[in-house]
């Protein structure tokens, strides 16, 4: 082991507002990649957006980087899909569901529509 610095780091004493920070971060930094990726509008995300997002993903940085990742799909429309992530906010649904529904929904429709077309 080098003898590098370290510091031990109890998750679950993490000040809220250091995770949201993070998210918020994190958040920011991934939806500007696929903003500039696909030449999208300037203004998207709205803050609006972000914001939500953020309180969503409080505590579960999980739920921040499956959200980009699932927007972020090639071929996917982003605005559509980050929309779509979005809806499942005022549900009462565990903080698990709404990090996987938008995904599992979109998984469904995209079968439905193969099944269509054969």
Known sequence: M???TY????????QKSTIKHDIRYF????LSAI???RSLSPNWPTKEQVQALVELAVPLFIFAAT???YVGTKGGVPERYLDKGLQYRKA????????YLPVLDQ???EQEDDDRET
């Open 27 to 30: 958040l920011e930094h991934e």
């Open 2 to 4: 080098s003898n590098g």
């Open 7 to 14: 510091q031990n780091l109890v998750l679950h004493e993490v």
């Open 107 to 109: 998984l469904l429709t």
């Open 35 to 37: 903003r500039q990726a």
């Open 92 to 99: 009462t649904f565990s903080q698990l569901d709404r990090t």
């Open 67 to 69: 959200v980009c990742r």
